[in-house]
């Protein structure tokens, strides 16, 4: 659900998808892939920060780099 928009583009309440694991993984079209998702917070040098849950155990705002992000989605 939700429209496609560019990583570079996203703005706070946006839901990023992550990779999630080291295995080559399929892109932000697939929806049977293993990942993680949460909600954009902000862009801080080579990370993107994302407010979700189970990251550390707990609900938080944690930093993970591009290279993890697969998509960004956006609910109009």
């Given at each position: 659900m939700g429209v496609p928009v560019d990583v570079?583009?996203?703005q706070r309440g946006?839901?990023?998808?992550?990779k999630?694991?080291?295995p080559s993984q399929p892109g932000p079209?697939?929806?049977q892939a293993p990942g993680h998702v949460g909600f954009f917070d902000r862009f801080d040098g080579t990370f993107v920060w994302v407010?979700?849950?189970n990251q550390g155990n707990s609900?938080?705002?944690a930093p993970f780099t591009?290279?993890?992000v697969?998509?960004?989605r956006r609910v109009t």
């Open positions: 570079s583009a996203a946006d839901i990023v998808v992550l999630r694991g080291n079209e697939v929806i407010l979700g849950g609900v938080s705002i591009y290279e993890r697969l998509g960004v």
